[in-house]
């Protein structure tokens, strides 16, 4: 009997022993009181101390676009911080430059507030709000690209959104993962997305599990990639599921520029992989504005359409097709690859680099 | 306050998993006890042999402690058997990559070894692990061990030495100290044993 | 054996690193930057002197009285854990910039083998107290020399392109074995 | 596809990607003490192989079945008193079954406890996944982890003495000390995953053509 009672009080005794101590410590050592936190110099927020920023923002509805789940490995939650710098970490050391951290930037999820501090951060990101909603629908549109139809119940006056931008989506615990929104039509209540499955991907595995009556949660919208409101004439190269974003930058141009010329440079690998090509046709024929340029990587023999694709990569069509480089603007979104060979041919034709925007994934 | 209820559910669970882990370990613990007081009765078996007495397994253990004596010092065991002066030591001591476990009998009268055992080693194989052997093991049957043993490479002639493993003279070394340790703590316990 | 010699031989002839192979995926993991690097050793060194010293007491005054030595394992890595957790939380409040050099790594430290075992052989060399105190102390710093060294010859891999299929683990772990062989020319040193 | 298929295709791809895809050694360069310590015999690799599996399956089920219970301030305590319960438990069962091998493994026996890949299937895996799904993981991790180990002891044994399991092969071998320690064993790894590398980029190449659609 000793051999089971004396181990068990041993044990006991140094686990609670140790509980006690952590416990004791966290309450009389770890506590920072309350902090002021300052953002922009306009909003002030009073937040316990001892939580991290990017928890204390998130409280105070200020979300800051992150894909590591506060892991400190993405570096989007970057903000500056221009009183009560604290030291950098060697994480965020790795993720901003040296020049930047003397600026005081530091990644939010990494800096823990132990004193009253001062942050800027983007305008349009204090814009940014949560979002719920429900699926409405869920499509293939290819063999490995669904597109999602989301209904926005809260908050009630929906979203307002730059064409191009994009939303990120809660797809775990503590892990969001980015959609650029696809919308055709510009609705308050109601947003599309296209995700393409990658195998073993978290955000696309669990987006294409969802079936219609789903809940989502999401914020936004974010990013610098959207469409400018200068009188340039639109090109926009897309490879791939980079199609999504092009589609609110094209509609909208055609409804609200009635001199804006649009180019669509759109590449994929088969005839499989393309999708919306029958919708581009149609609103090609519509719109004297508007041109199509699809291209195959690889033309097969017994595709089922009439139409007369260009073979190769997308540069080829751009090769071919664009005038008056000078005068345009670009909006590229696709793999590396693509976009690198894209844009030197985009420059290569004139168009000035300051003009050219992309979004790499 | 919630923080505070959040605190003592986490001790209840921590001190929960405690108990039930150190329950656990404390089972497997007396079964390994067990097994282990099994190996030391065989180990306790075999000396007796080895000191010339037959077994009666009902009487053994009383027989046993009642007519060998136990010193410990250290890892080291050593039963003497005053009747007819023999000794078997039981030895641990590090070898090359890890602990040798050595039974040796020995006349302490006639400071003679009369047998030597390996009982575990995990020295290189075909080098050092050739001291398990019989042929190495054979020559410490009736060796004098009045000065120092000594295993060497090549041998001058003198008593108390014995041939040592071509290619493993760590092995070798290292066996050679454990035994001349075991012996000099044996001496001293031996000196005093054999006073009264 | 006198405590100096105890501190050599277990920072250098026998360096836990590069002849026992411990806390090897923070070595290969954390030696990219210099600064990382010190800031992990001085985290290993502080941590592995406070635990095993605590451990010592535990072992020699609870754990063998009462003839538990089974459960060494479980007591040590839970003393680990929670003195880690302890400290930082103290480091944290009391040095925040030593807190921003290591820590971050103060977490990582529990799972680094070296912390957990120079208390098992403290146990297995039958130390003194302050014997164990000298050879934890060596330990570490022989872990922190091992580390910083590794990273200072990673920053010159920056200039030198190694084996394409070795990688950047690969070419590291060569390094370790590089080491390893210039320590070994100090073996005699101690003898 | 229904749901169950799905689970158990994700837990079979989880299994196989731990063993070969992202192999704990050779991808993920963890749990590199151990493997390198213990491979000087084949008999020694082995028996850590199965005793690392072993507790990483068993203790990531147990945290992933208790893993809505864990507090989170004692978390990383609640692992490693999990952990090294297994632990204990193996290095008990080691000296009843295989007292010399046992003895061989000495302290890094004790070590499995901070062996990386532990911490990191828990941390990673468990935590987030239930136990069915969380055993398979960390069985593939074990096994990946098991392969390693024996690769480089069959090696190491081979090379120190002419033999393997303890057993001479190779009669007046010439015994080749340097693989036997610390160096040698970090430069036969880094040829290891030398190898590796290379089968895997010829293994990429043919997925990626098999891939490309008729």
């Given at each position: 009997?000793t051999?089971f ?5 041993v ?7 140790i509980?006690a101590?952590i416990m004791l410590l ?7 009181g ?6 922009n110099?306009?909003?002030t927020?009073?937040?316990?101390g ?7 923002l ?6 800051l ?5 506060g892991?400190?490995t993405?570096?989007?939650?970057k ?11 060697p994480?965020?050391e790795?993720?901003?430059n040296?020049k930047?951290?003397?600026?005081g930037f530091r990644?939010?999820?990494q800096?823990?507030?132990r004193?009253?501090i ?16 429900v699926?409405?629908?869920s499509d293939?549109?290819t063999r490995?690209?669904?597109?999602i139809g989301i209904?926005?119940d809260e ?8 064409s191009?931008?994009?939303l990120?989506?809660?797809?775990g615990?503590?892990e ?8 055709t ?16 991907g978290?955000?696309s595995?669990y987006l294409?599990s ?10 936004g919208p ?5 469409l400018?409101?200068?009188?340039h004439k639109?090109i926009?190269?897309?490879g ?8 609110p930058?094209?509609f ?5 520029y009635p ?5 669509l440079?759109?590449?994929?690998r088969?005839?499989?992989d ?5 919708m581009?046709?149609?609103l090609?024929?519509?719109h004297?504005?508007f ?8 033309l097969?023999?017994?595709v ?10 997308v540069?080829k ?9 000078d005068?345009?603007?670009a909006y ?9 060979s ?6 290569e034709k ?5 003009r050219?925007?992309?979004d790499?994934f | 306050m919630?923080?505070?209820k959040g ?5 209840v669970f921590l001190?929960?998993l405690?108990?039930l ?5 404390s089972?497997?613990?007396t079964m390994?006890?067990?097994v ?7 180990l306790r078996?075999?000396?007796w042999?080895d000191?010339?007495?037959d077994?009666?397994l ?5 027989e046993?402690?009642e007519a060998?004596?136990v010193?410990?010092n250290g890892?080291?065991?050593y039963y ?14 590090p070898?090359?990559?890890g ?10 009268e006639?400071?003679?070894?009369n ?16 001291i398990?052997?019989?042929?190495f093991?054979d ?5 004098d061990?009045s000065k120092?043993?000594r295993?060497?490479k ?6 108390g030495e ?5 290619g493993?003279t760590?092995?070798?070394?290292s ?6 340790a075991?012996?000099?703590?044996f ?6 044993e054999?006073?009264p | 054996?006198?405590l100096a ?6 920072a ?7 002849t026992?192979?411990?806390g090897?995926?923070?070595f ?5 930057s210099?600064?990382?690097?010190a ?12 635990t ?15 003839r538990?030595?089974?459960l060494?394992f479980?007591?040590f890595i ?6 880690v957790q302890m400290?930082e939380?103290?480091?944290?409040r ?11 790594f ?11 075992a120079v ?6 060399r ?8 000298a ?14 060294a590794?990273a ?9 392109s190694?084996?394409k299929?070795?990688?950047d683990?690969g070419i590291?772990i ?5 080491m ?9 040193m101690l003898? | 596809?229904?749901?169950?298929g799905?689970r158990?295709s994700k837990?079979?791809s989880?299994?196989v990607?731990?063993?070969?895809l992202?192999?704990p050694i050779?991808?993920?360069?963890l749990g590199?003490c151990?493997s ?18 072993f507790?990483?399956c ?8 208790v893993?809505?219970l864990?507090?989170?301030?004692v978390?990383l305590i ?6 090294s319960?297994f632990?204990?438990?193996?290095d008990?069962?080691?000296?009843i079954l ?5 003895k061989?493994?000495?302290p890094?026996?004790g070590?499995?406890i ?7 299937r828990a ?7 239930p136990?069915?799904?969380?055993f398979?993981d ?10 390693v180990?024996?690769?480089l002891?069959?090696l ?8 393997l399991?303890?057993i001479v ?5 010439t015994s080749w000390?340097l693989?036997s320690i ?7 790894l880094?040829?290891?995953i030398i190898?590796f ?6 293994n990429?190449?043919?997925s ?5 659609p008729?």
């Amino acid at each position: 009997m000793t051999a089971f009672v004396i181990p068990l009080v041993v044990m006991n005794g140094i686990a609670v022993i140790i509980f006690a101590l952590i416990m004791l410590l966290k309450t009389f050592v770890a506590s920072y009181g309350s902090c002021q936190l300052v953002v922009n110099g306009s909003k002030t927020f009073t937040v316990q101390g001892g939580t991290y920023l990017n928890k204390a923002l998130f409280e105070n509805k200020v979300y800051l676009p992150s894909a590591c789940g506060g892991k400190g490995t993405c570096g989007f939650c970057k903000v500056q911080v221009t009183e009560g710098i604290p030291d950098p970490l060697p994480v965020e050391e790795i993720l901003i430059n040296y020049k930047d951290i003397r600026q005081g930037f530091r990644l939010s999820c990494q800096t823990k507030l132990r004193s009253d501090i001062s942050i800027e951060i983007p305008e349009e990101l204090l814009s940014i709000r949560e979002y719920r909603g429900v699926i409405r629908s869920s499509d293939y549109v290819t063999r490995d690209i669904k597109r999602i139809g989301i209904h926005i119940d809260e908050p009630k006056d929906g979203l307002d959104f730059k064409s191009g931008q994009y939303l990120m989506f809660k797809v775990g615990e503590g892990e969001t993962r980015g959609y650029s929104i696809a919308s055709t039509e510009r609705r308050q209540d109601e947003v599309q997305i296209e995700v393409k499955l990658i195998p073993n991907g978290l955000g696309s595995s669990y987006l294409h599990s969802l079936a219609e009556g789903d809940e989502l949660t999401f914020f936004g919208p974010y990013g610098q990639f959207y469409l400018r409101d200068t009188s340039h004439k639109v090109i926009c190269v897309a490879g791939g599921v980079g199609l999504a974003p092009m589609k609110p930058i094209i509609f909208e141009t055609l409804l609200k520029y009635p001199d804006r010329d649009v180019e669509l440079y759109y590449g994929v690998r088969t005839f499989e992989d393309l999708y919306d090509h029958d919708m581009f046709l149609r609103l090609q024929a519509n719109h004297p504005r508007f041109h199509y340029f699809p291209t195959l990587e690889k033309l097969e023999e017994t595709v089922a359409s009439t139409y007369a694709f260009t073979q190769g990569f997308v540069n080829k069509t751009l090769a071919a097709n664009l005038t008056d480089g000078d005068k345009s603007e670009a909006y590229l979104c696709g793999p590396p690859l693509m976009i690198n060979s894209s844009i030197k041919e985009l420059v290569e034709k004139g168009v000035p680099e300051i003009r050219i925007l992309y979004d790499k994934f | 306050m919630s923080e505070k209820k959040g605190s003592l559910s986490a001790l209840v669970f921590l001190v929960v998993l405690t108990s039930l882990c150190t329950v656990f370990l404390s089972f497997t613990n007396t079964m390994y006890q067990g097994v282990k007081a099994g190996r030391q009765r065989e180990l306790r078996m075999k000396i007796w042999e080895d000191f010339d007495n037959d077994i009666d397994l009902t009487a053994f253990d009383r027989e046993f402690s009642e007519a060998v004596s136990v010193k410990e010092n250290g890892k080291n065991i050593y039963y003497m058997y005053a009747p007819r002066h023999l000794a078997a030591l039981h030895m641990i001591g590090p070898g090359l990559w890890g602990d040798i476990e050595l039974l040796m009998l020995i006349d302490y009268e006639n400071k003679m070894i009369n047998k030597l055992y390996v009982l575990s080693q995990i020295e290189t194989p075909g080098l050092g692990a050739r001291i398990s052997e019989q042929p190495f093991l054979d020559q410490f049957s009736n060796l004098d061990y009045s000065k120092t043993v000594r295993i060497e490479k090549e041998r001058s002639g003198k008593p108390g030495e014995v041939d040592a493993i071509s290619g493993a003279t760590k092995t070798s070394k290292s066996l050679e100290a454990i035994i001349n340790a075991g012996l000099k703590t044996f001496a001293s316990f031996g000196g005093k044993e054999a006073k009264p | 054996m006198s405590l100096a010699l105890i501190v050599l031989a277990s920072a250098i002839t026998n360096n836990i690193a590069l002849t026992y192979f411990l806390g090897m995926c923070p070595f290969i993991a954390i030696s990219k930057s210099l600064r990382g690097a010190a800031g992990m050793g001085l985290a290993v060194t502080v941590v592995v002197v406070i635990t095993t010293t605590v451990n010592y007491f535990a072992y020699r005054f609870v754990l063998v009285p009462l003839r538990l030595e089974f459960l060494a394992f479980v007591v040590f890595i839970m003393s680990i854990a929670g003195i880690v957790q302890m400290l930082e939380i103290l480091v944290e409040r009391y040095f925040p910039s030593l807190y921003s050099i290591f820590g971050i790594f103060l977490p990582l430290i529990t799972v680094n083998c070296v912390i957990l075992a120079v208390s098992l052989f403290m146990v297995l060399r039958e130390y003194t107290f302050w014997g164990t105190v000298a050879y934890s102390f060596g330990s570490g710093l022989g872990w922190m020399i091992a580390i910083t060294a590794m990273a200072g010859l990673r920053k010159h891999l920056a200039f030198s392109s190694p084996v394409k299929n070795l990688g950047d683990a690969g070419i590291t772990i060569v390094l370790a074995g590089l080491m390893a062989l210039a320590f070994l020319g100090f073996q005699g040193m101690l003898a | 596809m229904s749901g169950n298929g799905i689970r158990a295709s994700k837990g079979f791809s989880t299994f196989v990607e731990n063993i070969w895809l992202s192999n704990p050694i050779f991808v993920m360069v963890l749990g590199v003490c151990s493997s390198l310590a213990v491979t000087t015999k084949l008999a020694n690799a082995l028996v850590m192989g199965i005793s690392v599996t072993f507790v990483l399956c068993i203790s990531s089920f147990i945290i992933s079945l208790v893993r809505k219970l864990i507090p989170e301030q004692v978390r990383l305590i609640v692992f490693m008193l999990i952990i090294s319960t297994f632990v204990i438990t193996v290095d008990l069962v080691l000296r009843i079954l295989v007292p010399e091998v046992s003895k061989g493994l000495g302290p890094y026996i004790g070590l499995i406890i901070t062996n990386c890949n532990l911490m990191g299937r828990a941390e990673a895996f468990a935590i987030k996944n239930p136990p069915g799904l969380s055993f398979l993981d960390s069985l593939g991790t074990g096994l990946g982890y098991t392969l390693v180990l024996l690769v480089l002891g069959f090696l190491r044994e081979l090379i120190t003495s002419g033999s393997l399991f303890g057993i001479v092969l190779l009669r007046n071998w010439t015994s080749w000390n340097l693989v036997s320690i610390a160096p040698g064993a970090f430069f036969l790894l880094a040829s290891i995953i030398i190898v590796f590398n290379m089968l895997k980029r010829k293994n990429k190449t043919a997925s990626v053509t098999a891939d490309k659609p008729r």
